[in-house]
């Protein structure tokens, strides 16, 4: 019986062996599968700094494109490996974000499955139409400048806001904004709507009022004004005088508005020829006002309209030194020297148009 006993005990440690053997593999297997896993998950693959952009409607294979195209990843099949682990893929969020020179895989599609997208500063002055508005915001903004225009024109949109459509552009007010860079044309005008009725505190509508004048009057004023003159010093006289003609009942016979009414800013010189195009906007034309602002005046010049100041000024004039000051006359009589000294200067300067 002993000798049947033996050769089973000796098969013992060599199967034991094999167990062992087998144990080993696999946990350097399941070690190496761990840490190539933890290196692809949490090692840095973001190669440099720099805004992301995703398009509305973008998919996964769009952003591989982007990220390709930019040359953010180090290892992009890292990257898409994660991104399937973490269910991403599915989920691509449009927007802008902001990417940080070091960061993992992990932090990365942490941040693009958020959605929490990094805002970007949109700036805009000295615009006069719509038209060149709707360009410089599609400068900053996903949406084209025509997706842009067709807000900026579209009359239910501005009655919904409370405006008419030749009105709707006082509450455009040019400044920096911080917006997301998908935010539609429709929710960007909802956000002017918002900083206008910031900007038309109770202090501005009291100054408003005790000049007899409604915001919109203010701000077509101050359009008129910007036009005139580029000096901030200057501007609350010039507005004066534009107030001291409307008490009057006055043509204001403003030569902005004649460039405006001939879609022309170029001219330098209003000839007689000028005068009698038919347009609202024609103050030499038409009596008072015209129905909305010529541009999209900026904050110093609504406040010059606002602090306009006190005087007997009924007329102004360029400087013939061309420097941008303005001669003022309370008579026709000191108007019409002070303008033959402009028109002599232009004549000199061979300036005819």
Known sequence: MNFNILPHRRSLP???KWI??????LILIVGSWGYSSYR????????????????????????????????YLIDINSFKWVAGRKNYSRRVQP??????????????????????????????????????????????????????????????????????CESFPIIIIPNTYEVYWNTSPREFIERMKFEYDHFWNSAR????SDLGLTPLQVVTIASIVQEESTKNDEKPRIAGVYINRIKKGWLLQADPTVKYALGDFQIKRILTKYLSVDSPYNTYKYVGLPPGPINFPDIASVDAVLN??????????????????????????????????????????????
């Open 205 to 208: 509508k009291k100054k408003a």
């Open 14 to 16: 060599l199967l034991w």
């Open 308 to 353: 306009a100041e006190h005087h007997n000024y009924m007329y102004f004039c360029a400087k013939e030194d061309f420097s941008g000051h303005h001669n003022f006359a309370q008579s026709l009589a000191e108007h019409n020297r002070n303008a033959a000294k402009y028109q002599n200067a232009l004549n000199r300067n061979k300036i005819w148009r």
């Open 95 to 164: 927007g802008a974000y902001m990417l940080k020179r070091g960061w993992s895989n992990n932090q990365l599609i942490d941040l693009l499955r958020s959605g929490l997208q990094t805002p970007v500063k949109v700036t805009f002055n000295n615009i006069r139409f719509r038209e060149d508005l709707a360009a410089r915001l599609s400068h900053y903004l996903e949406a084209d400048s025509a997706a842009f225009i067709n807000v900026l024109n579209d009359q239910k949109v501005a009655s919904d806001l409370g405006f008419t």
């Open 20 to 25: 062992i053997l087998v144990v080993i593999g």
């Open 40 to 71: 692809a998950i949490f090692k840095t693959n973001v190669e440099k700094s720099g805004l992301l952009y995703i398009h509305t409607g973008a998919g996964f294979d769009q952003l591989l494109d982007s990220l390709k195209n930019g040359k």
